[in-house]
């Protein structure tokens, strides 16, 4: 038995059964961290002898009485998710040694859930970026090619779940930092409808694009750590009130007369004809399963990276502003003042990545330009999400590929902001509209995992996750990432 292969239910049935105990668990999953955690860098912080001596607490007397199917499972928590007692640094220098004074409602239900915490994973400064290059500590590498990005800003959180460190991940996704890493590092990433899982203790970054979702091996974990973190929270008003559905019976349910819609603003023909290749493959094997493939208009889709740029940066401008070294976090030895002081703290401990989007933000917000930049975006983002609402009057979903490439080389974009910020062009729709969205490995780019990715209508996960699970069973397995293969 190869437990760290092992899904949720399989994990929980062993339990059940008394055939494996969450010291055993822990163990294998121990022996994988240890093996590759010095070559890919996914944890800021880790505690395996705390989880070591929970797993000993939870006897098989325990476990018996047990329904939940997190019990006694490691997991890897986004630093930017406040953790109590934990240092929670958002992967950034000004909150280095920073412990937070509560836990967030998501990583709580988990908790509650009797999921074991195996530590913080790395991530870009703040969830600034789509590399994990921007971490204030370390970069973190894709464990098929440790030359090449995991992708961002949940990278870590993506390779803890590929190299099995952890069974699975919580991330969070602004406009694509939980779909792009999953994409490539061949993992499941799920972005829930905004407001279906609760915002609160999550460190913002745009609070009205940011989402909390789960990594995962399988679309079937997703929909089962879906099912633990959705509900009301009365300390995030954005939350709703809807009754969420049994995601893990959702995702069986047949997809035969479904129909999907591809964009044709996505433009195939500029994307490589490997790339092209594998979206077709998924569409080929979505007809096989009866599903109806059709195209539609979304005429705005091309300005939808231009609103997310102006949108995210001004609201980053907003919530940075409290990290200014007086309340928490670090402080610059000297200033002659106020000013002096806030610029010194500032300058010595934000990133670049940072510093810029809180320049362009402040600048779209500033007198004379906020109605040119500002206004004028949420005035597009209105468009788009109405537009996108007559199209979902059509079809069921919508499909695009995750990601414009697979995973890039370390350094290779980060001299050019631009280039970077494109790798987010199939995914920051979902994020503007407020909708739901899956990546699920369609294959392999050479020795790349390459993943495409549905979209829903609002609070209508269970229908993505029923297409995603059509590509993940017929796909069948991928390879093992090099790191894993080679031990």
Same mark, same amino acid.
């Given at each position: ?70 019990? !006694? ?11 109590? !007692? ?42 600034? !970026? ?45 406009? !694509? ?46 929909? +089962?750590?879906?099912?633990?973190? /959705?509900?009301?929270?009365? +300390? ?54 009866? /599903? ?133 062009? +199939? ?61």
């Amino acid at each position: 038995m190869d437990i760290v292969e092992l899904s949720l239910k399989q994990l929980h049935n062993e339990l059940k059964a008394g055939n494996l105990t969450v010291s055993d668990i822990v163990g294998a999953y121990k022996n994988n961290f240890d093996k590759t955690e010095n070559k890919i860098k996914a944890f800021i912080h880790t505690d395996w002898d705390e989880i070591e001596k929970k797993a000993q607490e939870l006897t098989p007397d325990k476990i018996k009485n047990s329904n939940s199917v997190l019990q !006694g499972v490691p997991v890897g928590i986004k630093d930017v998710l406040m953790t109590h !007692g934990v240092q929670t640094t958002a992967g950034s220098k000004i909150l280095e040694g920073y412990k937070a004074t509560y836990t967030a409602t998501a990583v709580q239900k988990l908790f509650d859930a009797g999921a074991l915490m195996v530590g913080k994973n790395n991530c870009d400064e703040f969830a600034m !970026g789509g590399s994990t290059e921007n971490s204030g500590f370390f970069p973190t590498h894709n464990p098929y090619d440790l030359s090449r990005v995991p992708g961002g800003s949940s990278g870590g959180s993506a390779t803890a779940v590929a190299t099995r460190q952890v069974v699975f991940s919580i991330g969070s996704d602004t406009g !694509g930092s939980i779909r792009q890493p999953a994409s490539f590092c061949g993992v499941v990433g799920l972005k829930p409808t905004y407001g279906r899982v609760s915002r609160f203790g999550l460190i913002a970054m745009a609070s009205s694009l940011d989402s909390v979702g789960p990594i995962t091996k399988s679309v079937e974990d997703a929909a +089962y750590v879906l099912e633990a973190i /959705v509900g009301h929270d009365s +300390y995030d008003s954005t939350t709703t009130d809807s009754k969420p559905e049994k995601y893990t019976d959702a995702i069986d349910r047949s997809v035969k007369g479904m129909k999907i819609g591809v964009p044709k603003q996505i433009d195939l023909a500029s994307l490589s004809s490997e790339v092209q290749e594998q979206f077709q493959q998924s569409i080929d094997w979505l007809k096989d399963s009866g /599903v109806e493939v059709v195209e539609i208009d979304l005429q705005h889709l091309k300005d939808a990276l231009a609103v997310y740029y102006v949108i995210m940066p001004a609201e980053v401008s907003s919530n940075m502003a409290k990290f200014d070294g007086i309340r928490f976090g670090q402080t610059a030895d000297k200033a002659d003042d106020l000013l002096s002081f806030y610029m010194k703290t500032r300058g010595e401990y934000l990133g670049a990545e940072v510093k810029r989007r809180i320049m362009m933000g402040t600048y779209v917000l500033s007198s004379g330009y906020m109605d040119e930049y500002y206004v004028k975006a949420q005035k597009v983002r209105r468009i788009i999400a109405n537009e996108v609402k007559q199209a979902f009057g059509d079809v069921d979903a919508f499909f695009l590929p995750t990601t414009p490439t697979p995973a890039f080389e370390i350094g290779e974009k980060t001299m050019n902001p631009i280039d970077m910020y494109l790798s987010d062009i +199939y995914t920051v729709i979902a994020n503007i509209v407020g909708i739901p969205g899956i990546s699920v490995p369609s294959g392999m780019i050479g020795e790349l995992p390459f993943g495409v990715q549905f979209l829903g209508k609002h609070f209508d996960e269970a229908t993505i996750l029923a297409l995603a699970n059509v590509i993940e069973k017929k796909r069948g397995n991928l390879p093992q990432p090099k790191i894993l293969s080679n031990l």
